[in-house]
């Protein structure tokens, strides 16, 4: 079926009817532009060589589609182009960058959150084991950072009764924390 004077229209009218040899003329014409028209677009030669032969497989299924009053090559093209995109938006979806070894997080990782919850847990028993008083005291001047004379004023005891609950406060705390202070940094 090697006779170049059977046309396009010909060979597709044979292979609608299901005539292998002449799709296979057809395919030997258009094979090398479809791979051209696929890489262009696909620039992975393994990819568009893949996207080439599912076009060529497809037209082949669907040969009969084909209106042999049009020109065949435009159609073919067409159905290559398609499979190259179908396959381009497969490969996009599944596309990943590689995580660089020595990549850190813009945020705080995992790890740091969970020692700052667990800190936080054992900050808040060690707290709760002060007297009320003391545990005001130094959330107010320690963690709110108000001065003595006005923790004084809110509380309405003596400045230098704050000073004390302050600092028997953070004594009491350094006690009840001390295990923990060297597992976390």
Known sequence: MRIPDVTDAELAAL???????????LVERYAPAVRRVTRSLLRDP?????????????????IGRYDPTRPFGPWLM????????????????????????????PGEGPDLATERILLRARLDRALSAL???????????DAEGYSHAEVAE????PEG???SDVFHGRRALRVHLAPASDEVT
């Open 78 to 105: 067409r159905i290559a182009l398609n499979a190259a995109q179908d396959l381009r938006r497969r490969r996009r979806v599944r596309e990943t960058d590689p995580i660089p070894y020595d990549a850190s997080s």
């Open 154 to 157: 809110v509380l309405g005891i």
């Open 161 to 163: 009764t704050v000073r």
């Open 131 to 141: 007297p009320p008083r003391q545990r005001v005291a130094v959330v107010l001047f």
């Open 46 to 62: 393994e990819d568009a060589d893949d996207a080439a032969q599912e076009g060529l497989l497809s037209a082949w299924r669907h």
């Open 15 to 25: 292979a609608a009817a299901g005539d292998g040899d002449a799709f296979g003329t």
